[in-house]
């Protein structure tokens, strides 16, 4: 039996970075989404999907879960990605990886390659914080914004450039995301329990003040 919605970060945001990584925090499945709310054809991109990657329903992306440690603050997309393309040229963002060890300075990492030649694994692409989000795992409500990091501006810029294209990307917002990644139940109930202790010090500090 699995327990599929984060237990410990409805609790406590926090909790997942300080978890210990152990087997019993070990990712085996889930989903995430993305409503991709940049303008993609304005700019002149077209989206291809890639490998396992689908669209929802609701016209959001869907990459299935493939592993990961919720203690490491690590979820992982192996076989999914998405390509931008305009005119001749391409890049394709696959095998991602959402890192929450950092709650307020997350990030998605991907596999880049280009139809220019240019490569790199684990490329910080998107950026966001989850402090402030309060429902990080509804899948039908994404609401952890994402914004294009240096790193992806700046390839989006240099291999369009031949396009005649200077897109300037840097801290745009490309969209919405929700992630439920399955872990073993008992990984989950601990990481309940523990969340629901972190909030009873806070209200107990606060009390006390």
């Known amino acids: 039996m699995k327990f599929g919605l984060f237990a410990a970060f409805a609790a406590s945001v926090g909790l997942l970075a300080a978890a210990p990584a152990t087997a019993a925090t070990a990712i085996v499945g ?13 700019a002149g991109l077209t989206p291809t999907l890639l490998g396992d990657t689908t669209a929802t329903a609701s016209g959001f992306l869907n990459f299935p879960v493939t592993g990961g440690d919720l203690g490491a603050g690590r979820i992982e997309h192996e076989n999914s990605g998405v390509r931008l393309s305009a005119g001749g040229r391409s890049i394709d963002l696959t095998n991602f990886i959402i890192d929450i060890s950092d709650a307020a300075n997350g990030r998605i990492l991907a596999d880049v390659s280009t139809s220019t030649g240019a490569s790199a694994i684990d490329a910080p692409v998107f950026s966001f914080d989850l402090t402030g989000v309060a429902n990080p795992f ?22 369009f450039a031949g396009e005649g294209m200077s897109l ?32 009873a010090a806070q209200r107990k500090l606060r009390k006390a003040a």
Not at 30 to 42: I, P, S
Not at 140 to 154: C, H, K, Q, R, Y
Not at 169 to 190: C, D, I, S
């Open 30 to 42: 889930g989903n995430t989404v993305v409503e991709v709310t940049f303008d993609l054809a304005g």
């Open 138 to 159: 509804d899948l039908a409500n994404p609401s952890i914004e994402l914004f294009f990091t240096m790193v992806a501006a700046g390839v989006l810029d240099a291999v």
């Open 168 to 199: 300037g990307l840097t801290g745009v917002k490309f969209g919405e995301a929700a992630t439920a990644p399955e872990v073993p139940l008992p990984a989950a109930a601990w990481m309940f329990l523990a969340g629901a202790g972190a909030i």
